[in-house]
T-cell receptor
Framework: ETGVTQSPTHLIKTRGQQVTLRCSSQSGHNTVSWYQQALGQGPQFIFQYYREEENGRGNFPPRFSGLQFPNYSSELNVNALELDDSALYLC??????????????FGNGTRLTVT | RKEVEQDPGPFNVPEGATVAFNCTYSNSASQSFFWYRQDCRKEPKLLMSVYSSGNEDGRFTAQLNRASQYISLLIRDSKLSDSATYLCAGSLGGGNKLTFGTGTQLKVEL
């Protein structure tokens, strides 16, 4: 069974730039969720994708956007980077069903530093 | 008030001790709850789901109290390798969109 993989593992960007983070979901999972984890905090829900459509969004501005592809992989895009965007970005895959939603399984994250 | 609240710790305990963490949540409609373990600079890993009937996995026991809106995690016979941050999470928005607490740091010492 292939787990959740994220790329890149580390990234350094300058304020105002744009970044794309990538995630391959665990085999058999149809849902991808993205979380932002600042130092000393718990993960904060950004959004979730199911069947290639956004299926819920947390309290993040529109410059955070995403995509899910037919193979269930996903991208997180952040435009106009700000210093406060520096964090660990976590992708989690799961299965959404009519009567059961599986727990989230996280990838190893992308650590983004904005200077 | 935060939707999910945890005592950040750190909890410093000797090896072999029993330690308990509590986590409170504000949304009574929350459906599913979980405990995750996170090692320093790593991703959270699912430790266990939490059920109203209580569930046990080896040295770990999780409990959900819906009336008082809290979940708990009990670790018996602590090992040095249990040192980590323990995150509680609930599906406050429904489905599997989880809201996490800030985490409780555990340090098990010789």
């Amino acid at each position: 069974e292939t787990g959740v993989t994220q790329s890149p593992t580390h990234l350094i960007k300058t304020r105002g730039q744009q970044v794309t983070l990538r995630c391959s979901s665990q085999s058999g999972h149809n849902t991808v969720s993205w979380y932002q984890q600042a130092l000393g905090q718990g993960p904060q829900f950004i959004f979730q994708y199911y069947r290639e459509e956004e299926n819920g969004r947390g309290n993040f501005p529109p410059r955070f956007s995403g995509l899910q592809f037919p193979n269930y992989s996903s991208e997180l895009n952040v435009n106009a980077l700000e210093l406060d965007d520096s964090a660990l970005y976590l992708c989690a895959s799961s299965t959404t069903g009519s009567s059961y939603n599986s727990p989230l399984h996280f990838g190893n994250g992308t650590r983004l530093t904005v200077t | 008030r935060k939707e999910v609240e945890q005592d950040p710790g750190p909890f410093n305990v000797p090896e072999g001790a029993t330690v308990a963490f509590n986590c409170t949540y504000s949304n009574s409609a929350s459906q599913s709850f979980f405990w995750y373990r996170q090692d320093c600079r790593k991703e959270p890993k699912l430790l266990m789901s939490v059920y109203s009937s209580g569930n046990e996995d080896g040295r770990f026991t999780a409990q959900l109290n819906r009336a008082s809106q809290y979940i708990s995690l009990l670790i018996r016979d602590s090992k040095l390798s249990d040192s980590a941050t323990y995150l509680c999470a609930g599906s406050l928005g429904g489905g599997n969109k989880l809201t996490f607490g800030t985490g409780t740091q555990l340090k098990v010492e010789l």
